[in-house]
């Protein structure tokens, strides 16, 4: 764990692919909107590079993440959530996200306003049981 810089590493005891199809069917099971799934290391071999299976989700609710950009505009620039899926050098997979209270703290976020990014900790934890 990073949590020094605000970051997370879960271990994950699936494959990148297997890891992230969990965290999408757990987004779905909620309601919560997949923005996007970037898939860096795809996007690599496109240029000719090598790059270990690595894949950000990026997903959010408007109605969750909205008064948290009301209350401070710069939180725009962490949201939507990600959960970044990816493989080490050792073959280990990880999830990793920004904490809740890093963000709270980084951008001056009120507290009651991050009940509504705390998911993101429990969307984990749930996706490599």
């Known amino acids: 764990m990073r949590t020094d810089i605000g970051i997370v590493d879960v ?62 505009p710069s939180a725009a620039i962490d949201l939507p959530l990600k959960v970044l899926v990816w493989e080490d050098d050792q073959g280990k997979v990880w999830a990793s996200y920004n904490t809740p209270e890093y963000l709270q703290k980084r951008h001056g976020l009120p507290m009651d306003l991050v009940k509504n990014i705390a998911v993101v900790s429990t969307l984990v934890q749930k996706a490599v049981e």
Not at 32 to 61: C, Q, W, Y
């Open 11 to 72: 271990a994950s005891p699936y494959s990148v692919e297997e890891t992230v199809n969990h965290v999408i069917a757990l987004l779905q099971a909620r309601g919560i909107k997949l923005f996007a799934n970037v898939d860096h290391s795809a996007e690599a071999v496109k240029v000719g590079l090598k790059m270990r299976p690595t894949k950000l989700l990026i997903f959010g609710s408007p109605k969750a993440g909205t008064p948290l950009m009301l209350a401070a």
